[in-house]
């Protein structure tokens, strides 16, 4: 039977990814074997990557030469209907919200976006293209995002140095990059680090310097984003779990009742019109902001750590500005 378009392009995709992962090269016997196809198929198949524009290279072993895929080559280009091209949109927007400073592949990302979106959404999505175009650049940033990025597609160690918010010194870890994830105004990538033996997260404008190993690894197949931070807040997922109990007054009760703020809440309606919502979250810190964006329209029921601390910033505040209050 005759193979089909669709199972030689899964193949390439596959091919392409199998060589990725593996920098030093595979032989076509090697490939071949994996795949459990015929040494003629797998030549074919590395003349169809390099006519489609994906850079292969060849050493010089004229009895069983290694190929590979240069680095940084550039994913093919995708397909995609009107709504999957908006929802992109949407989420190139608050990507754009989450850095705070200019990064030439999501400007890139973006631009190359908006030439395929319909003209209303894409002037939107250019002016969006102008703003971030204006913004600082910072190279060590760039520099340790592409190669942080690369260790992640590529299953690949990276040696980096990092500064952390409250330490003086620059630390070097060889970490394991799993997946990054967009925060508010920064973004961090969540990476096994073999300094201290775990998995812990590491904001990308701490790293310093970047470099990318040869030394490959596996990514445990359960630890997707969605799983490991579905208790989360924000991007903290590896603090002890707690129960958070809130009380809405009834003047923002449709406010509260218009989204889902995480997947654990529990809201109930109270008689005076009110809400209670129960949530578990991994730790309190970065759903403190959040509490008190609603000032006094919500109280804290527990935990009781948490109320005291609140109660203790909301009299330091009153102290604050008891002397310029009228």
């Not at 109270?270 to 730790?283: A, E, F, H, Q, T």
């Not at 759903?287 to 109280?299: D, M, N, Q, T």
Request: glycine share 4%; proline share 6%; charged share 30%.
């Amino acid at each position: 039977m005759a193979e089909s378009i669709r199972d030689k392009q899964a193949r390439l995709l596959r091919l392409t990814h199998l060589l990725y992962r593996h920098p030093e090269g595979l032989t076509v016997r090697e490939m071949a074997r994996l795949f459990g196809v015929s040494s003629r198929t797998i030549q074919r198949d590395l003349k169809a990557l390099e006519e489609s524009g994906v850079p292969i290279w060849q050493d010089d072993d004229e009895e069983r030469p290694r190929y590979g895929i240069v680095e940084g080559y550039y994913i093919p280009p995708l397909q995609l209907t009107l709504g999957e091209a908006t929802a992109l949109y949407l989420a190139a927007r608050l990507l754009c919200r989450s850095v705070d400073e200019r990064n030439p592949h999501i400007v890139q990302a973006i631009a190359q976006l908006a030439t395929v979106l319909p003209e209303n959404l894409a002037r939107a999505l250019q002016d969006t293209v102008t703003v971030l175009a204006t913004q600082k650049e910072d190279l060590d940033f760039r520099h340790a995002f592409e190669t942080v990025a690369l260790g992640w597609a590529a299953g690949r160690k990276v040696r980096i140095w990092y500064q952390a918010a409250r330490r003086p010194d620059v630390r070097e870890h060889i970490i394991r990059p799993y997946f990054m994830e967009p925060g508010h105004k920064a973004l961090y990538v969540v990476a096994y680090t073999e300094t201290y033996g775990r998995v812990i997260t590491f904001k990308m404008e701490r790293i310093r310097r970047a470099e990318l190993l040869d030394e490959t690894f596996d990514l445990p197949p359960d630890f997707l984003p969605a799983r490991v931070l579905r208790q989360s807040w924000g991007i903290v997922w590896d603090a002890s779990v707690e129960e958070v109990v809130l009380r809405f007054s009834p003047d923002v009760a449709r406010r509260v009742d218009e989204n889902v703020w995480h997947p654990s809440q529990e809201i109930e309606e109270l008689p005076d019109g009110g809400r209670l919502m129960r949530l578990r979250v991994s730790g309190t810190l970065e759903i403190e902001p959040w509490i008190k964006s609603w000032g006094a329209a919500v109280e804290v029921l527990a935990p009781e750590s948490l109320r005291r601390k609140i109660a203790d910033e909301a009299r330091a505040l009153v102290a604050m500005y008891e002397g310029t209050a009228e």
